[in-house]
């Protein structure tokens, strides 16, 4: 899987749309874009960064599961 398939993935799992997630962590929308449909790579140190966020502040639906 490369990172962009796994950017989809994670975005899907918090169950957010585009927009907000590029809200919530604050990148812009064209970037993520670019990344989800391959034109551009995503720095592997930021994939990382933002899974952690995700599952430290329960967004993704695993996270959520664990806490119940």
Not at 9 to 15: A, D, Q, V
Not at 45 to 65: F, H, S, V
């Amino acid at each position: 899987m490369n990172s962009g398939d796994y950017l989809v993935e994670l975005r899907k799992n918090t169950g957010m749309n585009r927009r907000e997630f590029c809200e919530y962590f604050e990148i812009p929308y064209r970037t993520v874009t670019d990344w989800e449909l391959g034109h551009r790579k995503m720095p592997d140190y930021l994939l990382r960064l933002i899974t952690y966020k995700a599952k430290m502040e329960n967004l993704t639906k695993e996270g959520n599961q664990k806490n119940e």
